[in-house]
């Protein structure tokens, strides 16, 4: 059994009209013994008609407010620390 893994997939084909859709994700595996984490990001969607394939990337908002409270909550506490520290020189 594998306990960590990362790699892309690619979902179920779906056909709209002329156009053959697949999405495109990277999916994070951890697995221990009675249990596991999976995490899965949405990469770009394949739109293929006619035997030509265009790749449209995906702007995942969900992960971009993520990464922006982590940033916000490290320079909140780098701030706080300052503070405390400059307090505590007096």
Same mark, same amino acid.
């Given at each position: 059994?594998?306990?960590f893994?990362? +790699?892309?997939? #690619?979902?179920t084909?779906?056909i709209?009209?002329?156009y053959? $859709?697949?999405?495109?994700? /990277?999916v994070?595996r951890?697995?221990?013994?009675g249990?596991?984490f999976?995490?899965?990001?949405?990469l770009?969607?394949?739109?293929?008609? +006619?035997?030509? #394939?265009?790749?449209?990337?995906?702007?995942?908002?969900t992960? $971009?407010?993520?990464?922006g /409270?982590a940033?916000?909550?490290?320079?909140?506490?780098?701030?706080?620390?300052?503070?405390?520290?400059?307090g505590?020189?007096e």
């Amino acid at each position: 059994m594998q306990w960590f893994s990362i +790699r892309r997939q #690619t979902g179920t084909p779906q056909i709209a009209g002329f156009y053959t $859709l697949t999405g495109e994700s /990277l999916v994070v595996r951890v697995r221990w013994p009675g249990g596991g984490f999976v995490w899965n990001t949405p990469l770009a969607i394949h739109v293929q008609r +006619r035997g030509h #394939t265009a790749i449209h990337r995906v702007l995942d908002m969900t992960r $971009l407010a993520q990464f922006g /409270l982590a940033i916000a909550s490290i320079w909140i506490i780098v701030l706080c620390g300052q503070k405390r520290k400059e307090g505590s020189d007096e």
